[in-house]
Structure formats: structure tokens, C-alpha cells
């Protein structure tokens, strides 16, 4: 595997499932983020990780809890979700710590998500 | 407060010429470009720093006006394989927070 990966590509869940998201980066990044993209709305910033510590929360709901054991991988914890999570879930990586603004991110494909 | 992409849309024949805005109402450090197409992940393009630099990759450059707070990515004699979604990812100083732009849906024909 190269790049970065994410499982699964889909998922469809009720209200009152648990699932989690995965992603894992093989690019040796020290970086990790999730972003949500809904439908004909910009990408929307949700965590991010820099050495395995959380240095960004951008105001996301509580139901969403991320984890990030190591540098490679980051997972997204999903609990008690509404219809309007229904979305794109991105992940994306980058070499160094995202302040500064010099590290391009590399982004996997995606999990689509929808919650009934 | 995410910064506004101009225009939303633009439909250009094989060869064409155009120009994507990107503005902020915050000061910032620096501005990213991406490329999504459809039913695919965002590919990065380039990165722009504080200071009116100017950067290309072939026939797609961009420039940065700190004073204006806009970014511009021009695409000069565009191929088909520049259909997508172009974003702009823009950073403010002292913050790990990206804020993307609203996107500009970009379609050449033949």
C-alpha cells in the first residue's frame, strides 16, 4: 500500500450505531487531519493531529471522537450521528506540523458516509 | 470567514486561458491550491507564502497578494485533464487551522 488509505470507502449506519473510520498514512508523515466535504460545501477542517497529540479541534460535536495511537494512523469514532453527518470523510497527511504553512497534505479517498 | 472563490464555475474549450480568485478578509500566512475530481481525493498543486511570490508547474501558476489578501491560480491553454474542482486552502499566522474555499467547478471540452 502507498500514499494514504481509508476504511471503509462506505458506510451506511442508523442513528444510534457506533462505527469508526480509518486511516492510515505509508509516507512516513508526522501530520494527520479529518476533514468532512458535504454535498456543494467547502472542505471543512474538523481535527488535527502533529506527533500523535491533538493540536486542532475546530468545533466539531462531540459524537465524532478521533484517536490517533500512532503517526501512521488515525482513526474517527462515530456515536449517535445525525442525518446531516451524512457526508465525505477525508483524511490527509503531511510531513511535518502544520503550522507554517509549508506541508503540502496528501489526502486519501475518502469513506462516504451515510447516516439513516 | 472561509474565503470567498471567484468565479463558481467556468467552462472553458480545449486551449482557453483562466484565471481562479481566491480571497480572504484575515491576513494571511500562506495559501495552498488543490484539484478534486470527481469522486476523487483532493490533489495538491501548490503552496504560496506571504510576500507576492509567484509560482508555476507547467502551464498552471499562481500568484499571492499579501496586501489584497487574494490568491490567484491562472490556467493558461487548458487541457481536459484540468476538469475539477478547484480549492483554495488558506492559513492564518500562528494557527494550525486551514480554512478551504468554496471551490470553483472547472470543466474544459474538447
Known amino acids: 500500500e502507498t500514499g494514504v488509505t481509508q476504511t471503509p470507502r462506505h458506510l451506511v449506519m442508523g442513528m444510534t450505531n457506533k462505527k469508526s473510520l480509518k486511516c492510515e498514512q505509508h509516507?512516513?508523515?508526522?501530520?494527520m487531519y479529518w476533514y468532512k466535504q458535504s454535498a456543494k460545501k467547502p472542505l471543512e477542517l474538523m481535527f488535527v493531529?502533529?506527533?500523535?497529540?491533538?493540536?486542532e479541534n475546530n468545533s466539531v460535536p462531540s459524537r465524532f471522537s478521533p484517536e490517533c495511537p500512532n503517526s501512521s494512523h488515525l482513526f474517527l469514532h462515530l456515536h449517535t450521528l445525525q442525518p446531516e453527518d451524512s457526508a465525505l470523510y477525508l483524511c490527509a497527511s503531511s510531513q511535518g506540523a502544520p503550522a507554517g504553512g509549508l506541508n503540502e497534505q496528501f489526502f486519501g479517498p475518502g469513506t462516504r458516509l451515510t447516516v439513516l | 470567514q472561509q474565503p470567498v472563490q471567484s468565479p463558481q464555475a467556468v467552462i472553458l474549450r480545449e486551449g482557453e486561458d483562466a484565471v481562479i480568485n481566491c480571497s480572504s478578509s484575515k491576513a494571511l500566512y500562506s495559501v495552498h491550491w488543490y484539484r478534486q475530481k470527481h469522486g476523487e481525493a483532493p490533489v495538491f498543486l501548490m503552496i504560496?507564502?506571504?510576500?507576492?511570490e509567484q509560482k508555476g508547474h507547467e502551464k498552471i501558476s499562481a500568484s499571492f497578494n499579501e496586501k489584497k489578501q487574494q490568491s490567484s491560480l491562472y490556467l493558461t491553454a487548458s487541457q481536459l485533464s484540468y476538469s475539477g474542482t478547484y480549492f483554495c486552502?488558506?492559513?492564518?499566522?500562528?494557527?494550525?487551522?486551514?480554512?478551504f474555499g468554496t471551490g470553483t467547478r472547472l470543466k474544459v471540452l474538447a
Open positions: 504560496l507564502l506571504k510576500g507576492g
Open positions: 509516507l512516513g508523515h508526522n501530520a
Open positions: 486552502g488558506t492559513e492564518r499566522s500562528g494557527t494550525y487551522k486551514y480554512i
Open positions: 493531529y502533529s506527533l500523535e497529540e491533538r493540536v
